[in-house]
């Protein structure tokens, strides 16, 4: 029998201690997980394939121990993993028909790192189709429900590691953020999710999407968590050039929940938006907790974040365009069968037509136009010289100030169904998000309050490239001023 009185509650670092503790095995663990991914992912949706190696890895774990090995600092953890991210020998979907059917012969090296450190991947989570989209919605396998409300989505695109992680089917997740894709979810779900700045972590083995704003993150239940997460996935790789050299510190021992005199900025473009009342009430609390802590609040402007949201969907849907054109049925994916007059056009045509959903469609065209020759300096171009400024904008704010907060998102989750027609408006919640990506600094979604109905809000921080030590310590701040946030479950457990 375990020692930890609910496995299933505990945090990654609680699991990764009694493990190497010998309280529990590593074993024991990932049958406990898996036995709630069992129970509870018909309702939830979140896995879209299992790792039947689990087992295994875990035993292995013990193995290391058993014979007086260093098991790693991740021992016995049992993670969920963005179906994005590749797996050898493990499918990887994309949650995409594209995909549907491809193994990967090496892993991410994410994946490898978390691996190494004795973490045991448990399965691959669903997500927005090739990452694109708010609400989890454009999933091959079906939309992914929120466990603090199914009739809610979880948000997106890293909706099913959300999901798995707030029904407690996985004590951490790995998501990938392009525009939100962490930040969003984890606020939706009442998580901690971090974008790290980018090139912090490598993106060999991500499906891209858009390469110069993706970075994978990690989801979970504590500052604590992330950090350890984090630094065990950060820092250079030989296969991604854009992977910095920088040092990565060790946060989770590092981190202190001292505010006392940091300089917090709140841009008043952020707090012009309409948001909803809930949004406000919590992010006003979340900034009284720090001003209570000792920080000073100063008022920043960032007047060019307002052209982040069609700045962002030009430059992302650009480079999904050239991105995807790999998927063509012949060199890669979903090979068609139904083929008349047997020329290569037509099996190009007819396997992106049949692999391709309709949200991926809408950005290879939106992408095509903006890169194609007439268009190219009016959109790319333009949207690419105006990228340069917000960032900019974003450096001399960060003279002023040594932390941003803003809201997550203008709404806690909205009802499965009530925008997936509306692309614009989808695309419009994003507002907050994307701009730390066109910037490449850091973000992070840290749970604030709840709304009236119940459902988690997140507020966001943002610091300098590279200073997720302050980020850390700021989160942990709100996390220990705020407490009784973590106290709700959701309805589902
Ligand atoms: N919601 C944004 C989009 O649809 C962000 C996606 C992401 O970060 N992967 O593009």
């Known amino acids: 029998m375990s020692q930890i009185s609910d496995l299933s509650q505990a945090t990654c670092t609680e699991i990764r201690d009694a493990v190497r503790a010998k309280k529990v095995s590593a074993l024991e663990v990932t049958k406990h997980f898996s036995a709630r991914i069992k129970a509870l992912d018909p309702k939830i949706n979140a896995f879209v394939t299992l790792n039947e190696k689990a087992e295994l890895a875990a035993s292995n774990v013990d193995g290391k121990i058993a014979r007086g090995e260093d098991p790693g600092a991740l021992a016995g953890v049992p993670m969920a993993v963005k179906d994005l991210l590749c797996t050898k020998g493990l499918k990887t979907t994309a949650s995409s028909k594209m995909l549907a059917n491809f193994i990967p012969p090496y892993s991410a090296t994410v994946v490898n790192r978390l691996e190494a450190a004795g973490a045991v991947t448990l399965g691959k989570t669903s997500l927005d189709e090739f990452a694109m989209g708010s609400s989890n919605e454009n999933a091959a396998t079906g939309p992914v429900k929120n466990p603090w409300d199914p009739e809610y989505v979880p948000g997106g695109s890293s909706g099913g590691s959300a999901a798995a992680l707030a029904a407690r089917m996985a004590p951490g997740a790995i998501g990938t953020d392009t525009g939100g894709s962490i930040r969003q979810p984890a606020s939706f779900c009442g998580l901690f999710g971090i974008k790290p700045t980018y090139g912090r972590v490598s993106r060999y083995g991500i499906i891209a999407f858009a390469s110069s704003l993706d970075q994978a993150g990690p989801m979970a239940h504590s500052t604590k968590d992330c950090a350890l997460l984090l630094e065990t996935i950060s820092g250079s790789c030989a296969y991604d050039s854009t992977s910095a050299t920088i040092e990565v510190p060790k946060w989770s021992e590092i981190i202190k929940d001292d505010v006392k005199g940091l300089r917090v900025g709140l841009p008043k473009e952020y707090f012009a938006e309409k948001m909803d009342g809930d949004v406000e009430r919590v992010t006003k609390e979340a900034i009284a907790a720090l001003k209570d802590r000792g ?52 099996v190009y045509t007819r396997s992106r037509g049949e692999g391709f959903g309709a949200e ?18 009016a959109y790319y171009q333009k949207a690419s010289q105006v990228r340069r400024l917000i960032r900019n904008e974003f450096l001399s704010a960060f003279e002023s100030c040594d932390v941003i907060l803003s809201p997550v998102c203008t709404s806690p989750a909205f009802k499965i169904g009530e925008r997936i027609n509306d692309p614009l408006e989808m695309y419009l919640n994003d507002i907050f998000t994307t701009s730390t990506n066109l910037a490449g600094l850091p973000g992070m979604s840290v749970p604030a309050g709840y709304s009236a109905k119940g459902l988690p809000i997140g507020v966001q921080l943002m610091t300098r490239h590279f200073d997720e030590t302050r980020m850390f310590n700021v989160s942990l701040a709100l996390e220990n001023a705020l407490g009784a946030v973590k106290a709700r479950r959701p309805h589902v457990i």
């Not at 982040?308 to 998927?327: C, K, M």
């Open 360 to 377: 991926v469609k809408r950005r290879i065209m939106l992408g095509t136009y903006a890169l194609s020759s007439g268009y190219y300096d």
């Open 295 to 346: 920080a000073i609040i100063v008022d920043i402007t960032l007047p060019l974040v307002k052209h982040a949201v069609p700045v962002y969907y030009l430059v992302a849907t650009s480079e999904a365009a050239s991105n995807l054109a790999r998927y063509d049925g012949m060199r890669y994916g979903h090979r068609t069968s139904n083929i008349t007059t047997g020329s290569l056009e037509e």
